[in-house]
């Protein structure tokens, strides 16, 4: 596991992915979710 991605989206700009997992004094059980349909981008 990662704590961090780099990549492209479609459109060519570029991104950061982020494991709040990794990130210390975040609670992952307190964020909102949002859902992301991955196969569209």
Known sequence: MQSFAEGK???GASM???NV???EGVD???LT????DGASY
């Open 33 to 36: 979710l949002q859902k992301v």
């Open 21 to 23: 997992r990794c990130l």
């Open 9 to 11: 989206t479609a459109a």
């Open 28 to 30: 992952p059980d307190g």
């Open 16 to 18: 950061v992915a982020v």
